[in-house]
């Protein structure tokens, strides 16, 4: 259920991203499914508003990661999936850093190109061996 959860919330964060209005409208405008369970509800709660409240320190990761390429030239899909990945590694402590970078590919090919998978498992993957380059000190 997970997956779906983060779908929805890939498409929240999307229109959100593409529209510029508070994300409260777009949650009237497009609310999760009333049948999820009360975990399934706080988890898409968590990646949207977590998004939302950590933009620019994710952003600032992402951008930190992706030097030469900044997140005005990703195509907006894969960017939010980004947002979403390195919003659960670095602020979702549930949540393995190996599970977050499977779930980011599978969305990007499902929603993206055979390439934004490699792509974005390739910008994942440099921010686990950060992580785990600052552990070790």
Same mark, same amino acid.
């Given at each position: 259920?997970?997956?779906?959860?983060?779908?929805?919330?890939?498409?929240?964060?999307?229109?959100? @991203?593409?529209?510029?209005?508070?994300?409260?409208?777009?949650?009237?405008? @497009?609310?999760?499914?009333?049948?999820?369970?009360?975990?399934?509800?706080?988890?898409?709660?968590?990646?949207?508003? $977590?998004?939302?409240?950590?933009?620019?320190?994710? @952003?600032?990761?992402?951008?930190?990661?992706?030097? $030469?390429?900044?997140?005005?030239?990703?195509?907006?899909?894969?960017?939010?999936?980004?947002?979403?990945?390195?919003?659960?590694?670095?602020?979702?402590?549930? *949540?393995?850093?190996?599970?977050?970078?499977?779930?980011?590919?599978?969305?990007?090919?499902?929603?993206?190109?055979?390439?934004?998978?490699?792509? *974005?498992? $390739?910008?994942? $993957?440099?921010?686990?061996?950060? *992580?785990?380059?600052?552990?070790?000190?």
């Amino acid at each position: 259920m997970r997956r779906k959860v983060r779908e929805k919330a890939l498409q929240v964060l999307y229109q959100w @991203d593409m529209r510029d209005i508070p994300m409260q409208e777009i949650f009237r405008l @497009d609310p999760p499914p009333s049948d999820w369970k009360e975990d399934d509800r706080e988890f898409f709660l968590c990646l949207t508003r $977590g998004v939302e409240k950590q933009l620019q320190c994710i @952003d600032r990761s992402i951008m930190e990661l992706t030097p $030469g390429w900044p997140l005005h030239r990703m195509a907006t899909v894969d960017r939010n999936i980004l947002r979403i990945a390195v919003h659960e590694i670095l602020n979702v402590p549930d *949540i393995s850093v190996k599970i977050a970078i499977n779930e980011a590919v599978v969305l990007a090919k499902k929603f993206s190109t055979e390439e934004s998978g490699k792509f *974005i498992n $390739g910008v994942l $993957g440099k921010l686990a061996k950060n *992580i785990a380059s600052s552990n070790k000190k």
